[in-house]
């Protein structure tokens, strides 16, 4: 790979928690490359690391030690207030729960993100509006997240997370409290959105069926990634075979 082509270097990361007396080493030396305009998707099982490990990329969280270089900036050499604003501007993050604000319309909801990165009121509203009719929720702008389908907002959550045009949208296991048809929108919205823009997407999931969609997956596991080879790839979509000899 070419200097170029990385848009997230990540070296050697470490990430240690403590509770007390106790330590809980969850990541042990994750070294990455992520390419720009590539979906990249862990999978592994809960607990083994996969958040936390999307929150630090996502400069939600700080490591205990290693580097992430981000367009060849190290995120965590940045102050507190640099670092809130490499956040707004150039990361969207859609989670597993949709964490809108249930005072708030859909369309509020969407537009504070741009206002909080001090885009201008009229044209913070403006985008909101844009975003939203792209992710098909045009009729339902007005509507409070309790009024919405768990689809719909985790839809409201996709337009808030690109509405500063971010170039990186992290999901972490966005369609995880969605069944398996209204997941499948979900996920081929945000599919189709990061094909229409060439975002780079990194995301988290237990379900094997979307995983296998990443141009590349990695599985976490005691604390690193590795990726996983094309007869696992395979053996992850059982669909693949039974098509393959359906077809034959
Ligand atoms: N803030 C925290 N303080 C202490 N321990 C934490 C904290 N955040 C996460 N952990 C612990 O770190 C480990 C990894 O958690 P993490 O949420 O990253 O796992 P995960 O792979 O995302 O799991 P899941 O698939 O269930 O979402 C867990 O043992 C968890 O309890
Ligand atoms: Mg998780």
Known sequence: MSEGDAIIRVIDLHKKFFDGANEL???KGISVEVR???MVCVVGPSGVGKS??????????????????????????????????????????????HYL?????????????????????????SRAEEMLKRVGLKERMDHKPSQLSGGERQRVAVARALINDPDVL????????????TGETVFRLIWELKEATGKTLILATHDPSLAVRGDRIF???????????????????PQREVRSKGGG
Not at 170 to 181: F, H, Q, S, Y
Not at 219 to 237: C, F, H, N, T, V
């Open 25 to 27: 080493h969850v990541l």
């Open 52 to 97: 936390t490990f999307l929150h630090i990329l996502g400069a939600l969280e700080r490591p205990s030690s290693g580097t992430v270089l981000f367009d060849g900036r190290d995120l965590f050499q940045m102050s507190d207030d640099e670092l809130a604003e490499f956040r707004s501007r150039r990361i969207g993050f859609v989670f597993q729960f």
């Open 170 to 181: 992290i999901a972490d296991e966005p369609t995880g409290n969605l069944d398996k048809r």
């Open 101 to 125: 604000l249930p005072e708030f319309t859909a369309l509020e909801n969407v537009a504070l993100g741009a206002l909080i990165a001090g885009v201008p009121r009229d044209e913070a509203f």
């Open 219 to 237: 599985r976490m596991i005691d604390g690193k990634i590795e990726p996983l080879s094309q007869e696992e790839i395979d053996a992850y979509l």
């Open 36 to 38: 720009r305009g590539e």
